[in-house]
């Protein structure tokens, strides 16, 4: 049975890891050589430059620095939020509803809640850009929210939200959230579906409410689940572009209040010719997406509960 | 509703109940909150997509004048012009001419991979597995130029040969991660008794393992499909002619260019074209769509 087992190893592997060291491992390798060069990207000149690419990061204070800042932000709200309001969905959805026998199930309605909260998940960002920048647009553009606000008598921003300053970001990060929390609804849903219902019971019988039979029982339960969302959401947040492409004018303004770092990389790499530059941005994207790994993986590891 | 109480005459309710009834407050304020809630977030889902719908059918002024209004009469030369000067079909064409090899290319390599990491032990499987676990971390923007210049030195830019060949590598690595822990689960039972029986290693994996593995092949299938779909960073980069966009680039030049020509009525159209094969697939296979992409997410 071992017969012809290495040539057989040996043609399954070799197509796949050519095409995967072709095309992904060696250009992040190459990104890395070039982070130290001071290359421009067209001609074929260039010289080492050592770390200098890495200290002048520090020092854009127009577009790298709006940067890091803003995908900080999102880094830290994208995921509580989303992972909040999901966690609390899914609750209510699963757990929350108790029937007349005291039976534990979810809140009438759960289905068609899960099948339209999902919905978002499936369309393009490119659509979910379009659709929101119409909703977010001024009041003489037709926008939604505008439009809703003055039939209430309330104010609107004149030039609607993303090109307000103070609101750009956290009109973006609506967006993220509004699109990302189903799949978590439906994550932490097959989740909890595996705690079993006599821990609930258990819980009822000694006269536990709602919320202690959630922060008691399902939140330890679900630990590993919000976790591995955790690491999901924030490698999504340190990757969120195209909602910034499609809505934010100049991509990333009004005056780099929604520049983010993705972004950055690609205005440095395809619009100004500033490739060694854009690489060491890159290589500091790339770092903070491992570090962010391992250190939820140590910090974030608890003592497993079996049940 | 049915309920479960016992009809009993009316006099009966002088005797003392046998349970008293629970303190109902505490779930009443927060059933009404959740409810309420609940809805509240199923209306964001619904209204803006409606909306949208509802716009694609409005004129110019409309939109802009009376944006919470309905269409006085639907406007279907939006439709035309989407399709016509928006070229939505064409994109269509393309993105499916793209996916119907990258998809499975993906596929057929992440399985052959996969496999053989999954079921037999060599020197450097670990490594080769690490290997390509790790790429679901890399932020794809690193790898933005060089990737470029690979493409343009072998003369795949701009072309879809190029675009297939970068979807599918770009693909791989959950694909081999998901498929990898999958293979592993299978019993090992039937690999040994078609060995004995003679069958191949070849064989073993086409006839045997892979029918095996359909459930996992179908969800991996799943979330790919809708990743790949929906890619748009590397089309942006990769593939500059217009002519050859897919569809959500194709969209996004739509909307860069009915920012100069004023036509909101045909982008809105073109958005909706293009949301209507998603939401119907999606209302058909909503279960394995849900199960297909939140699979992929538990490790």
């Given at each position: 049975m071992r017969h012809g087992k290495y040539p057989f190893i040996l043609s399954f592997l070799a197509l796949p890891v050519a095409l995967y060291a072709w095309l992904v491992i060696l250009p992040f390798a190459q990104a890395f050589q070039i982070s130290l060069t001071d290359w421009?990207?067209?001609?074929n000149q260039f010289e080492y430059i050592g770390l200098d690419n890495y200290v002048n990061l520090f020092k854009d204070d127009r577009l790298v620095l709006p940067a890091l800042r803003n995908t900080g932000i999102i880094l830290v709200v994208l995921p509580v939020v989303t992972i909040g309001l999901s966690l609390f969905f899914a609750f209510m959805l699963n757990i929350g509803g108790r029937s007349r026998q005291g039976r534990i199930e979810g809140v009438r309605g759960s289905r068609f809640h899960k099948v339209v909260f999902f919905f978002?998940?499936?369309?393009s960002l490119a659509i979910i850009g379009i659709l929101w920048k119409q909703v977010y647009a001024p009041e003489n553009f037709g926008g939604l929210i505008a439009g809703g606000l003055r039939t209430l008598g309330l104010p609107a921003p004149v030039n609607g939200f993303l090109a307000d300053k103070r609101l750009v970001l956290a009109s973006v990060i609506a967006v993220l959230v509004w699109s990302a929390v189903g799949f978590y609804l439906v994550f932490f849903s097959s989740a909890m579906a595996s705690i079993p219902r006599e821990l609930y019971e258990a819980g009822i019988v000694d006269g536990a409410g709602r919320f202690q039979t959630f922060f008691k029982i399902t939140l330890p339960l679900l630990w590993e689940s919000v976790q591995t969302a955790w690491i999901y959401l924030s490698i999504i947040a340190l990757d969120v572009f195209v909602l910034v492409y499609m809505m934010t004018p100049g991509q990333g303004g009004p005056?780099?209040?929604?520049?983010v770092v993705g972004g950055v990389i690609w205005k440095y790499a395809?619009?100004?010719?500033?490739q060694a530059f854009a690489s060491a941005l890159g290589v500091v994207l790339f770092f903070a997406a491992l570090s962010l790994a391992v250190v939820s993986l140590r910090v974030g590891r608890r003592e497993r509960i079996e049940y | 509703m049915a309920t479960q109480t016992p009809t009993k005459?009316?006099?009966?309710?002088a005797e003392p109940a046998g349970v008293p009834p629970r303190p109902r407050t505490e779930g009443t304020v927060m059933n009404v909150f959740s409810h309420a809630f609940l809805w509240l977030w199923g209306l964001m889902v619904i209204v803006p997509v409606v909306w949208i719908v509802l716009s694609s059918f409005k004129s110019t002024r409309e939109i802009a004048a009376d944006p919470l209004g309905l269409p006085a009469?639907?406007?279907?030369e939006n439709y035309v012009n989407a399709w016509t000067n928006g070229d939505i079909g064409n994109y269509f064409v393309n993105t499916l001419q793209v996916m119907v090899f990258s998809i499975s290319g993906t596929m057929l390599l992440g399985a052959m991979a996969a496999y053989v990491l999954a079921r037999y032990e060599f020197r450097g499987n670990r490594l080769v597995y690490f290997g390509f676990a790790g790429g679901m971390m890399f932020p794809v923007f690193l790898a933005l130029f060089p990737l470029f210049k690979t493409l343009d030195n072998v003369s795949l830019l701009n072309t879809y040969t190029g675009l297939v060949l970068v979807y599918i590598a770009y693909s791989l690595p959950f694909t081999v991660f998901f498929l990898t822990a999958f293979f592993r689960t299978l019993p090992s039972g039937v690999a040994e008794a078609a060995l004995i029986d003679g069958a191949g290693h070849y064989r073993l994996f086409f006839q045997v393992m892979l029918p095996m593995a359909k459930p996992g092949l179908i969800a991996i299938t799943i979330f790919n499909i809708i990743g790949q779909w929906n890619q748009f960073l590397l089309p942006l980069v990769l593939m500059s002619d217009p002519e050859d966009a897919v569809i959500s680039q194709g969209l996004a030049n739509l909307a860069m260019r009915q920012g100069y020509e004023g036509d909101p009525g045909a982008l809105f159209a073109g958005t909706v074209l293009a949301m209507v094969p998603i939401f119907l697939a999606y209302l058909i296979f909503q279960r394995q769509i849900q199960a297909g992409l939140t699979a992929g997410a538990i490790k």
């Open positions: 421009s990207g067209s001609s978002p998940q499936v369309l005056d780099g209040a929604s520049e395809f619009k100004h010719g500033e | 005459p009316r006099t009966a309710a009469a639907p406007q279907w």
